[in-house]
């Protein structure tokens, strides 16, 4: 198999099993916090907050995106497979190719930094590049078919990961916070189940006794508390349903 489809093949692979990522990063923490130095995870309410902020900021980086994407064009690709109708190729996509997958970098980047290790964080940037890169090249690829040249001169002046031009075009559709409630709750309520589960495994470790710190305690339950009447409201009601989202 020549390795451009070999390439396409496992980015697709990939992308249906990239909600398992969190685990594998959960479960490789929860490891290095076991065998690594424990004086180095004692609680710090300032540098987890700010390590918390970093998963905050890469759900920010998702909630723009989403809030602004029409339904069925690039990027808003399901578990099933690639769709798209039309190429997206205004607001935050006239500034990147892959603006989600930024997002989720600082969102899993917040747990990799409560660990402590610049070994760790370098380890971890390395594996999520090579791991989404695979993904980056399978959708490209799929767009590329679909739209030929006017999707290689869009991608020759806009970035994949990073910006290189900002040359910012208006979103055709305004801002729809019924969309971003709507698709981003889940999102959002795991950010804070991941620092529990690394603090409670922490606390364990320097311990020996099962608790949760308070701080993260209260966090959670604000999140959870969100998740809960967004997902009611989903789930049972039409009143987040957007046309054309």
Not at 103 to 127: E, H, K, Y
Request: hydrophobic share 50%.
């Amino acid at each position: 198999m020549a390795l451009v489809h070999e390439f396409e093949k496992s980015g697709n692979w990939l992308f249906k099993r990239r909600s398992w990522l969190p685990v594998f990063i959960i479960v490789a923490g929860i490891g290095m916090m076991y065998l690594g130095n424990r004086q180095a995870i004692l609680f710090d309410m300032r540098n987890e907050l700010i390590f918390l902020g970093v998963s905050v900021f890469g759900e920010i980086i998702r909630i723009v995106t989403v809030g602004f994407t029409p339904k069925n064009t690039s990027g808003r690709n399901t578990v099933n497979g690639q769709i798209a109708d039309e190429l997206n190729v205004t607001g935050i996509y006239s500034l990147l190719r892959h603006p989600l997958y930024l997002g989720n970098f600082f969102m899993w980047l917040g747990p990799v930094l409560f660990l402590r290790s610049a070994c760790v964080t370098v380890v971890f940037i390395l594996l999520y590049w090579l791991y989404y890169e695979r993904i980056m090249f399978a959708e490209e690829q799929f767009l590329r078919r679909k739209f030929g040249d006017v999707y290689d001169k869009w991608s020759e002046t806009v970035g994949s990961f990073i910006p290189v031009s900002f040359k910012y075009i208006k979103p055709k559709l305004p801002f729809s916070v019924k969309n971003v409630l709507k698709r981003e709750y889940n999102s959002f309520v795991n950010i804070f189940a991941i620092f529990i589960i690394l603090d409670l495994f922490r606390n364990y470790f320097l311990s020996e006794r099962i608790y949760v710190t308070g701080m993260w305690i209260w966090l959670f339950l604000a999140a959870g508390v969100i998740w809960l009447v967004l997902r009611t409201i989903e789930k049972r009601t039409h009143w987040l349903d957007v046309t054309g989202r």
